[in-house]
T-cell receptor, first 111, second 114 residues
Framework: DAGITQSPRHKVTETGTPVTLRCHQT?????MYWYRQDPGHGLRLIHY???????DKGEVSDGYSVSRSKTEDFLLTLESATSSQTSVYFC??????????FGQGTRLTVV | AQSVAQPEDQVNVAEGNPLTVKCTYS??????LFWYVQYPNRGLQFLLK??????LVKGSYGFEAEFNKSQTSFHLKKPSALVSDSALYFC????????????FGTGTLLAVQP
């Protein structure tokens, strides 16, 4: 399996609090992605990175920010969590035009 | 803007019968196409990809996919379905540009009946 770790794996948080999810890779891949998975919507791209400090918005970026200060770490922050952000979050990494490798996911519940 | 469509939410097939899971795409440049599978409470596993070359691509677990440029399709196929193939299948497309954005479809649930 590709060396990609998401933390935490599960989190329950209260509405209005900030939350940061971490994606850590040991593969030195250039590209990193954050997705959310919801029933009926499949995987939707939140933000992605094409290099250190190079990031861009995906399909559903409102309410989320990201940072990538070094190759191995890509952080996703929910600035003020809402119930609509209850979801399963997946990080993925890739190099070049090849396939992406996925982490095991983070299940986030906002109450 | 690039996009992927999986027109069927669910596909039902009897064990031993051939299966097809449909995918169509839209991308401005050359398409780089992928299929993934997700089993319950698991992450996504890569099945196969089309980057260039032969239009028929073979992948893991006996799956294959046919790239059709004129129809902008990349349908997933298997000659003989197994009950263990029951899972959620995702098609994805990469735009191949500088940012290498990767977009997924909404997924198709494959149910194989014994």
């Amino acid at each position: 399996d590709a060396g990609i770790t998401q933390s935490p794996r599960h989190k329950v948080t209260e509405t209005g609090t900030p939350v940061t999810l971490r994606c850590h890779q040991t593969e030195n891949h250039r590209y990193m992605y954050w997705y959310r998975q919801d029933p009926g919507h499949g995987l939707r791209l939140i933000h992605y990175s094409y290099g250190v400090k190079d990031t861009d918005k995906g399909e559903v970026s409102d309410g989320y920010s990201v940072s990538r200060s070094k190759t191995e770490d890509f952080l996703l922050t929910l600035e003020s969590a809402t119930s609509s952000q209850t979801s399963v979050y997946f990080c993925a990494i890739s190099e070049g035009l090849g396939e992406a490798f996925f982490g095991q996911g983070t299940r986030l519940t906002v109450v | 803007a690039q996009s992927v469509a999986q027109p069927e939410d669910q596909v039902n097939v009897a064990e031993g019968n051939p299966l097809t899971v449909k995918c169509t795409y839209s991308v401005s440049g050359n398409p780089y196409l992928f299929w993934y599978v997700q089993y319950p409470n698991r992450g996504l596993q890569f099945l196969l990809k089309y980057i260039t070359g032969d239009n028929l691509v073979k992948g893991s677990y006996g799956f294959e996919a046919e790239f059709n440029k004129s129809q902008t399709s990349f349908h997933l196929k298997k000659p003989s379905a197994l009950v263990s193939d029951s899972a959620l299948y995702f098609c994805a497309v990469r735009d191949g540009g500088a940012t290498n954005k990767l977009i997924f479809g909404t997924g198709t649930l494959l149910a194989v009946q014994p």
